[in-house]
């Protein structure tokens, strides 16, 4: 078993800095997702740990062995490409015994293993085929048998299902869950969408701009988020943030002139430039005459289906609301809108970082991250 | 929806033809027929008057071992000089494509050859190659003797290959470097997962995937070197030392223009085309078949 460890790792195109520093180690066995926006940084790295991007400064370890000068050979790493990268002149079987056949593994031996593989994936009918007559999902599927059959140390998916249609997407991903728990083999998968990685992932590393704002387990990051980057890209829709500063009078105060009621909270951190952060699906609609409710006017609603969400402008600051109710709700429309302040994130606007609040709150996130 | 032009003047398509129409007429059909002409009769030395003489200009040709040593020697010369070219090109090309340091530049200097006349690059050569003061000459100075194209007919025709081959570099190199750009730079790192060292993976996955144009080059270096070498061998050895270099078209030249054997001259032409017209079929009859990308 094998674990990958990131120190310090940097890369640089000329001057271009493009990767700014990370330091994690992926535990052994363990399905790690690299998840960002494109640009981010997250393909360079994992080519760096494959071996096909040159490391600027820092290094990595998979095992026990530094691997900053290993040609990708001698890495033992297998990688799943985004177009697939399969041999066009070669067929299925061809491709997946490719790398058997370069180490020198006797003929008989070698098409057994390919053929064992072939069957576990169910491409066994179309061994004599040539790539340009599978279709997508074959094509994929050709890539993993291919990265499979040399009984890798660590796997490397770099955006496989980016050129997938949905449904066969949300199939290889069950697909590729269920390989892992099977071999047991350390993955790193990269990926700018957030429900594969949510649903993938062990783990998740999640890059901005060349630097990891946040490692942990999906639900901490969504719980939990470390940064006002985390806050605003997980989660569908994304969470309420609004930016404001805290008044000696227990309120927070935001847009123009709005007003909301943070006893609790506000002490510690008043006069201070904020944003407040909240998920939709804890926005509660409350009655007119509650106390410190929220005034807000209904910008216009999406029905989902299961429930609807509802865009409503409070004093100039945007809040978005999960709603189960079934009245009518049109434009203009007065609604009342209530928050707890244990679901509440506060982040500094000068570092974009997380603000650690009180027990209170810090008991209602672990609850819901081991839910 | 296709739109056709379509000219009221009758006269006008044909007066914007006619620069093209002319050229091919005056360089190309013109001169063909007089060679066919020629070919199938006996032309008197000084001209005035020709005999019908069918396939009897063929038949002394094929029956004159003089020739077929000269067919050979094209043949060995053809394979051997577009086997150099096309390899020393296909090396470079794999060095720029795999981006080592100098690309920029190596791109660019590799060209330069090409855009050189022959006869001044068989000029430079006969410095370089000179026996007497050449670079390659200086072996002399340790071993006397055993470098000299001017007395060794192997010496020379090497010297004359090595130029023919040197010349055509940069036009291969072009080329193949275009081809290795256009696969996608995956499929070179896939097998670099596979475990494939560089070499490997050039003969395995970038040479199959180049295959049509390897083939494309290999007969227009064949078609060049048939053609061609005209101007290099007059320049660098006048077909000699003993006819050592004399390929087809320059006995035809020395034939024709030299012993004023018109007649024979264009049979020979004439096989000479025939050869090329068949190396361009097979050009075009299967290099469309052997392409496949994705």
């Given amino acids: 078993m094998t674990a990958i460890t990131l120190s310090g790792v940097k890369k640089r195109y000329l001057k271009n800095p493009v990767v700014h520093g990370v330091d994690v180690t992926i535990e052994s066995g363990e399905f790690v997702v690299i998840l960002g926006p494109s640009g981010c940084g997250k393909s360079t790295l994992l080519r760096m740990i494959a071996g096909l991007e040159d490391i600027t400064e820092g290094t990595i370890a998979i095992g026990d062995t530094v691997v900053n000068k290993l040609e990708p050979r001698e890495r033992g790493c297998a990688m799943v490409f985004q177009n697939y990268a399969l041999y066009p002149h070669m067929s299925v079987a061809q491709n997946i015994g490719y790398a058997l056949k370069v180490s020198g593994m006797p003929r008989a031996e070698r098409e057994a293993k390919v053929l064992k593989v072939a069957k576990s994936v169910g491409l066994d009918p179309y061994l004599t085929r040539k790539p340009g007559e599978l279709s997508g999902g074959q094509r994929q599927r050709v890539a993993m048998a291919r990265a499979m059959v040399r009984e890798p140390k660590v796997f490397l998916f770099d955006e496989p299902f980016s050129n997938l249609d949905a449904k066969l997407r949300v199939a290889m991903r069950a697909e590729v869950r269920g390989l892992h728990r099977g071999l047991g083999v350390t993955s790193v998968f990269v990926t700018h969408d957030q429900t594969e990685a949510m649903t993938l992932a062990d783990r998740l590393i999640i890059m901005n701009q060349g630097v990891v704002e946040q490692v942990g387990k999906p639900s901490e990051v969504y719980h939990r988020p470390a940064s006002l980057f985390v806050a605003d890209f997980i989660g569908s829709p994304a969470m309420n943030l609004v930016r404001g500063f805290f008044g000696e009078d227990g309120h927070f105060r935001h847009g123009k002139g709005g007003m909301i009621h943070l006893p609790t909270v506000a002490p510690s951190l008043v006069s201070q430039e904020v944003s407040i952060g909240i998920r939709p699906e804890l926005v509660r609609r409350v009655p007119a005459n509650t106390k410190d409710a929220i005034a807000a006017v209904v910008d216009y609603t999406e029905e989902l289906g299961a429930a609807r969400l509802i865009y409503a402008d409070a004093d100039g600051s945007r809040l978005i609301a999960v709603d189960h109710g079934t009245d009518a709700l049109g434009t203009g429309m007065p609604i009342h809108l209530a928050i707890d302040e244990a679901d509440l994130h506060v982040f500094s606007q000068d570092t974009g970082r997380r603000i650690e609040l009180g027990a209170a709150q810090r008991a209602a996130t672990n609850s819901r991250i081991n839910a | ?294």
């Fill in chain 2, 1 to 294: 929806m296709e739109r056709r032009a379509f000219y009221r003047n009758p006269i006008l398509p044909w007066l914007l033809l006619a620069p093209q129409l002319i050229l091919v007429l005056v360089f190309f059909y013109w001169p063909t027929s007089q060679a066919l002409f020629w070919a199938f009769t006996l032309e008197q030395p000084w001209g005035g008057g020709n005999t019908w003489a069918g396939f009897n200009n063929f038949l002394s040709l094929f029956g004159d071992t003089r020739y077929w040593a000269t067919v050979g020697r094209s043949a060995f010369y053809a394979i051997a000089a577009t086997v150099i070219s096309m390899g020393i090109a296909l090396t470079l090309a794999m060095f720029v494509d795999r981006a080592l340091k100098g690309t920029r530049l190596f791109q660019s200097v590799f060209v330069w050859p090409y855009a050189i006349a022959a006869p001044a690059a068989g000029v430079a050569f006969r410095f370089i190659f000179a026996p007497e003061a050449g670079l390659i000459g200086a072996v002399n100075e340790i071993w006397p003797g055993i470098w000299n194209p001017a007395t060794n007919g192997f010496h020379a025709l090497g010297m004359v290959i090595v130029c023919h081959a040197w010349l055509g570099i940069g036009y291969n190199f072009i080329f193949f470097l275009a081809a290795l750009q256009m696969l996608p730079k995956s499929l070179s790192e896939a097998g670099a997962m596979d475990g494939a060292r560089p070499y490997r993976r050039m003969l395995d996955l970038q040479l199959p995937l180049i295959a049509p144009t390897v083939f494309f080059l290999l007969i227009m270096n064949l078609i060049s070197s048939f053609t061609d070498s005209f101007g290099l061998i007059d320049v660098m050895t006048e077909g000699g030392p003993i006819n050592a270099t004399e390929v087809m078209v320059y006995k035809l030249y020395v034939d024709g223009f030299k012993g004023l054997d018109y007649s024979g001259a264009a049979a020979q032409s004439i096989v000479l085309m025939i050869l090329v017209i068949a190396l361009t079929f097979i050009q075009f009859r299967w290099v469309e078949k052997r392409v496949h990308y994705n």
